[in-house]
Every structure is written in C-alpha cells, then in structure tokens.
C-alpha cells in the first residue's frame, strides 16, 4: 500500500460527510496535488485546500486529511530513526523500545527499577496507537517538534502513545506496587484520549532523566538588600529550568525612603525590577526563549507611577523594563472609588516608612481592616504621602494596558477573603498568568557562619523559609468531554487529582524553598481548557443568560468532584499539614460558598472527619500549547476567529475553531465581538467554584472608551472576580505563557 493508499484510507475514515467526497476522487485530488511523496509541501496544499472548501460551505476536514498524513508521515520516519525494518509496527516492543531509550539517556532509569518487564508488557496492551488520529494537524505538528522525545541531533524517537504511557508511568510511581500498573494505564487512558492535559513541564519532561513537572513559580521579596538578591538568585534557578515566575516586590521600599537612618538614600523598586528584567533575558532557558517573569506591587505603593509606565513606548527608557509583566494588587476600596467618586485623592506610601512609624506592614491585612488601617495612615502626618486622583491613576492603568496589554489585575480583599488556608498566611499576588493564589511569605536570611568541618572552613547561610509557591497544574478538556455527564467529570476529575497530588512527591525542585512549601500545602490546580468549544458542542450562545447558568453547574460539579477526589486520598494517604484550623476544616469553606444542598453537607462532613490531602484545588491556566494538542480553544477565552490563517515562522497555516461545521457555525462568536461585560459576569460565576484564580483576558477594540474599560475593571471587582490577565486589543500583539500551559 503506498503513503497515498494509506493517507486516503485514514482520511476517508473520519469525514463526517463521506457523500461530498469519494474515495477514489480523493485519491485522484491527492495525486495531483502530491507530485513527490516526500515533498513536504503537499500538507500545506491540504490544509490550504481546507480554505477552499470552508468558503465553498462544506466542512473543512481537509486540515485532518492533513493531519493524518502527518502522523503516518512521522510514524515512518520514526521508524527510519530507530531502525526498524519497513515492515515492523514502531508501537510492538514497548519493552524494547524503553530500555533502548534509557540506555541512550532519553529516559530517566527510575521507569525500568519501578516496573517489572511483565508490566511494561501488561501496559503496551493497553496502548491505542488508533488514538494517533486524534490529532489536529497543529496538534500533532505542536507534539512532535516539542514533546516527542528526540535524540541528541534533534531526531523524533518516539510516538504519541508512547509518550502518553510513559508520562502515565512516571506518574503512577508514587502508587503502592499492587496498585501502580492500574494507575498508569487509568492516567494514559484519560490523557490519551485528550479529556485531559497535563501541565508543558509534565508533558515534556515526564519520563525523562531530568524533571522539573510545575510550571510556575512565586516568590515574595524581602525589604534588605540579602532579601532581594536571593530571589534574584532563586528566579535564575526556576528560569533556568524553564519555569515562569510571579514575584511580589510590594513589601519593598519606595524612591526616596530612608536606608539605615539616611533619607533619600532609597531608589525604589525600578532598579531592582529592571535587575530582574535583566535577568529574565540572560537566562534564557537553554536559548529557546528569554526567561519569563510578571512583577506585583501594590496599587497603594509609592512608587506606582514610574512602575505603571515600565513598558510602555514614551518616557526615560533608563526607567523601562520591557521585558518583564507588571501586575497590580488592587484592594476593592480603589475600584470603589472609581465608580462613586472619581476625583477623590488617592494615597500612595513607602511600606517601609509604615513599618517605622506604626510597627505594622500595611500589605499584611485586607478587606475592611486594610481600609481602617489605610486611613489611619492617610491621617498619620508622620507618613509622607504622593498624591494623585483616582481618575488620573485609573488613566495611567489604561494607558499601559492598552498599549502593553498589561498590567495585570489581581483583587487582594477577595482572594484573600476566600482563602481556604487564611488560617496560615497571606496572598499578595499571583503567578505569570494570574491564576495562582496561594499564601506567600518572604524567606529570612538569619545569619552566615564559618565552620570548621575536617579542617576546611565552610561558609553556612542559614535561612528561614517563607512561602515559595508552586504550581502543578493540568487541565480537564471541556470541549471533548460530556459536561452533561456526572460520571466522566468525576472518572476525569479524581484520575487528574491523583496525577496532580503525585507530581508533588515525584518533582525535581530547582530551588529547595519551593519543596518545603509544595509539601506542606500540597497546592494542585485542576484547570480547564476548550470552554467555548463545550459551549459551542451543548448548542450555547456566548452572550446569553443560558451560558451563565450552564457554567455555574459545570464548574460547582468539577469543584465538588474534585474536593472529593482530595479527601478520598486524604483517607489513603494522609491529609496535608496545614488542613487543622482551615476553612476546610470549619467549613467556612462551603459557608462561603452556599453549599448547601444535602449532596455539599455530606461531603463537609466527611472532610471534616477525613481531612484533604490537598490545600488548594482549582486554578484555570492559559492552556496556549496543550489547547492546540488537544484541538481545542485556550482556557476559559472566546475563540479568536470562526477562521483564520495563523504565520509562524514563514509558513502559513489555516485554522478553524474545534469542530467547525454548518451545525456549529452560527454558535462561534470572535473574541472581538462578545459582550465583554457578561464575560466578567461569567468570571465571577465561575470563581465562585475556584479556590484559586483564572487566567481570564479582557477583548477591547478601538471603539472602547476609557469609560468602559474602566466599568470592566469595576464589574470585576464587584462580581468576586480575583485576577485579571491580558487587554488585548485587535492593535495589540501580547505574549502567550509558555510555562504554564496546561
């Protein structure tokens, strides 16, 4: 059979409407089209064909012509790579296949020392390499050239479900033996049908000699000189090993601050910003991209003019960082000010300067005792203050968001109103994309010694840990799953929770802060991706109220779910450290959130008796690269277009949204053209179920006034919305989040 037989064969399988194309027409089309089998070309003719045909009416399932000849395309050069004979099946000798990689050093040695050649055997029967054509061309295109494992002169090994075992194997490790083969082939199950994705760490380095699994990490910055280069010195760590930061520089001291006594002598926090900026470019994670880093300060913060204008294109560029991501930690009293008195002067103060004249730090408190204690500054004569109008602060917000798309929003009283470990601490910010939330606190360096050890002096540093945020994340595939289906969200859910829950125990930490925290709140975030792809499959409009009540029963069942899966492997395993005291606990938790039905009182009652093994459940993340495998939309974000040509690289190529047909066409809506302020409605809706936060994007065009931009921060804050992330505008090209997506 040739590669033009077998292409056809493949194809004809999956047309929807095997009426509109014949086979032998299509073998005639492709012959023509493809004038030399191994003329790369010939795939982008079909997906260029896909064009042709969407404006002709018919759907446009020449991209997946496309991408089935891309996997047979890749499962031969595989072949050819490892050496396999014409006529060998490159998925046969699963066994084989791994102790060859692991002897070459692809593979990490702890895949053969934890199972046995009869598992691995037990295991290749249940690999589906059917599931290979699944894929999207972009999808299988994506996995190929940055998941697939590759030799050391950039050589595809290995295949699709092969990869998918192998991330399931190394997950299912922590499992006690009896249990593990069960486990792996349930974790390979889920992700191999693409109704789940594991986080771009998990699923390029599961299985591999190195790996870092999380995705991103949060620091906060002490106000000492020590303080600060040692979270200079831990983001080149993280950044290093391809991860993301968020770090939080609001507890350090303003422009013109005292430094040991001396006034003036402080030159704020844009000097150490732009040291991070630096930092973000020199490490540059093996040279496939500048390192990635958003920095927090607090809206209050006297520096927050200079910091609202780092990367915006007028102004000192000696002041200008561009190449981190600033973020601003707004309490609701700003928001509210905005709406009912706009001219009304707004306050900005050193925290240092606090610290000395009240003995409290102002960023440690929130909601109504934040506004108390705010005042109380405002009217301390002690304090200096810089003075501007809300209405101007607000200016300089959009103004910068909508040149830069940035900065991002996080609302400080609700999150931490919400916060089910508030019992132990404080957030003061978010990660890179924004959906993080968890408590942070700045490590203290205590003293440095000399000692004597077999005669050699050696330098100890010893450090007091603080908080230093992880995030191990994957995401649920709303749009190839049915919603409506208790059973699959809970079979999805639980099997996503315990590969969450094992990441923990099995990650390698760049930095050792980050392994005291992750295990002592063992932090998960179960996301979600392929939103307005469920949408669109249960017949649902973007801007209509049916879309805010269909949302609010899927996210309070994947919540309920998920909290469920935690406590049954609290009950296996042990809850985590902090759990006595929290809302979980004394079911504050569920109070918050009107959980009341006799279903929610059951569950309380059984975490309150068995605990959770984890602290925090649920964070939405970007999904940027693992949406594409999946051949889903991004996140919880409209998509972009019904259709469109995306250019990378030089090479174009069409793209649809998922499962673009006649019967679907008329339920897509661009991004552009959604009722923005339902989807911050919608947010809200949806963070009611989120522990944590959502990578939520803000679509304005250049008919929104400064007004309306406004009123969307303010709906916002008032719907319990925690964090925004991007303004795009149509004028705007913004950065995606290659860390964190999941």
């Given at each position: 059979m040739t590669l033009i037989d077998k292409m056809c064969k493949e194809a004809m399988s999956l047309l929807k409407d095997k009426e509109l194309y014949k086979e032998e027409a299509l073998k005639e089309a492709l012959k023509n089209i493809i004038r030399d089998e191994n003329d790369e070309n010939h795939i982008k003719d079909c997906l260029m064909q896909c064009s042709l045909e969407l404006t002709s009416q018919?759907?446009?399932?020449?991209?997946?012509?496309?991408?089935?000849?891309?996997?047979?395309?890749?499962?031969?050069?595989?072949?050819?790579n490892r050496g396999l004979k014409e006529d060998e099946n490159p998925y046969c000798n699963f066994y084989n296949f791994i102790t060859d990689l692991t002897q070459r050093g692809l593979y990490g040695k702890y895949i053969i020392e934890n199972y046995s050649k009869e598992d691995i055997e037990d295991l290749e029967k249940e690999i589906k390499p059917e599931r290979d054509f699944l894929f999207t061309y972009s999808g299988i295109n994506l996995l190929a050239k940055r998941y697939l494992v590759q030799d050391y002169t950039r050589e595809v090994l290995e295949l699709p479900q092969q990869m998918f075992m192998g991330i399931a194997m190394h997950l299912a490790i922590p499992e006690k033996k009896e249990n593990r083969v069960a486990w792996a082939k349930r974790f390979y199950n889920v992700l191999s049908s693409i109704k789940a994705t594991m986080a771009t760490p998990t699923m390029s380095n599961a299985r591999k000699p190195f790996y870092q699994l999380s995705s991103c990490f949060i620091d906060t910055v002490d106000d000492s000189l020590n303080g600060i280069y040692k979270s200079l010195d831990n983001f080149s760590k993280v950044s290093k090993f391809g991860g993301g930061m968020g770090v939080y520089i609001g507890k350090v001291r303003a422009l013109g601050s005292s430094i040991r006594g001396f006034k003036g002598a402080s030159g704020g926090v844009i000097p150490w910003i732009k040291l991070f900026n630096d930092t973000a470019v020199a490490v540059d994670q093996l040279g496939v991209r500048n390192g990635s880093i958003s920095i927090w300060l607090d809206a209050w913060h006297k520096d927050l003019p200079e910091f609202l204008q780092l990367r915006t294109n007028n102004g000192d560029d000696r002041k200008k960082a561009h190449d981190i991501f600033p973020g601003l930690s707004y309490p609701n009293?700003?928001?509210?000010?905005?709406?009912?008195?706009?001219?009304?002067?707004w306050y900005m103060m050193c925290p240092h300067e606090i610290r000395q004249v009240k003995g409290y730090s102002l960023e440690?408190?929130?909601?109504?005792?934040?506004?108390?204690?705010?005042?109380?500054?405002?009217?301390?004569?002690?304090?200096?203050?810089?003075?501007?109008?809300?209405?101007?602060?607000?200016?300089?917000?959009?103004?910068?968001?909508?040149?830069?798309?940035?900065?991002f929003a996080f609302y400080r009283d609700t999150v931490n109103e919400m916060n089910p470990n508030k019992h132990k601490g404080m957030i003061y910010s978010s990660n890179?994309?924004?959906?993080?939330?968890?408590?942070?606190?700045?490590?203290?360096?205590?003293?440095?010694?000399?000692?004597?050890?077999?005669?050699?002096l050696i330098v100890v540093e010893k450090t007091k840990p603080g908080d230093f945020v992880v995030c191990n994340l994957s995401s649920m595939v709303l749009g190839n799953i049915d919603v409506n289906s208790q059973e699959e969200i809970e079979y999805i859910v639980e099997t996503q929770i315990r590969a969450m829950d094992n990441v923990i125990d099995l990650n390698y930490y760049s930095v050792p802060f980050a392994e005291i925290t992750n295990k002592k709140y063992r932090a998960v975030g179960l996301g979600t991706s392929g939103y307005h792809h469920m949408l669109v499959?249960?017949?649902?409009?973007?801007?209509?109220?049916?879309?805010?009540?269909?949302?609010?029963?899927?996210?309070?069942?994947?919540?309920?779910?998920?909290i469920k899966a935690s406590m049954k492997i609290a009950k296996e395993k042990g809850r985590y450290n902090y759990f006595e005291g929290s809302d979980w606990d004394n079911g504050e938790y569920f109070e918050l959130r009107n959980y009341n039905s006799d279903r929610w009182n059951e569950l309380k009652a059984e975490v309150k008796e068995h605990g959770m093994r984890n602290g925090y459940l649920f964070a939405v993340a970007p999904n940027g690269s693992t949406a594409t495998i999946a051949g889903t939309s991004e996140g919880i974000d409209p998509v972009m277009a019904k259709f469109w040509l995306e250019e990378k690289k030089g090479s174009i190529t069409p793209k649809t949204a998922p499962n673009l047909s006649m019967e679907t066409f008329w339920y897509y809506i661009s991004a552009y053209n959604v009722d923005q302020q339902l989807s911050v409605k919608a947010n809200g809706v949806r963070q009611r179920h989120i522990d944590q936060g959502q990578s939520f994007n803000l679509y304005i065009t250049t008919d929104f006034t400064m007004r309306q931009i406004m009123n969307l921060y303010?709906?916002?804050?008032?719907?319990?919305?925690?964090?925004?992330?991007?303004?795009?505008?149509?004028?705007l090209s913004v950065d995606d989040c290659e860390s964190c997506s999941a």
């Open positions: 018919i759907e446009p399932e020449w991209q997946k012509i496309a991408a089935n000849y891309y996997t047979i395309k890749l499962r031969e050069q595989v072949k050819v009293l700003f928001w509210k000010l905005a709406e009912e008195d706009i001219d009304a002067n440690d408190f929130y909601g109504e005792e934040w506004e108390k204690r705010y005042f109380d500054c405002v009217n301390d004569e002690r304090i200096e203050k810089r003075v501007m109008s809300v209405k101007d602060i607000v200016r300089l917000i959009i103004k910068s968001a909508s040149e830069t798309g940035t900065p890179l994309c924004t959906e993080i939330m968890q408590n942070m606190s700045a490590m203290e360096i205590e003293k440095t010694e000399i000692k004597d050890i077999n005669g050699d499959n249960n017949k649902i409009h973007w801007n209509s109220d049916k879309h805010l009540e269909f949302v609010d029963k899927v996210y309070e069942d994947i919540n309920y779910y998920a303010i709906t916002a804050c008032k719907s319990g919305v925690k964090s925004i992330y991007y303004v795009r505008s149509k004028s």
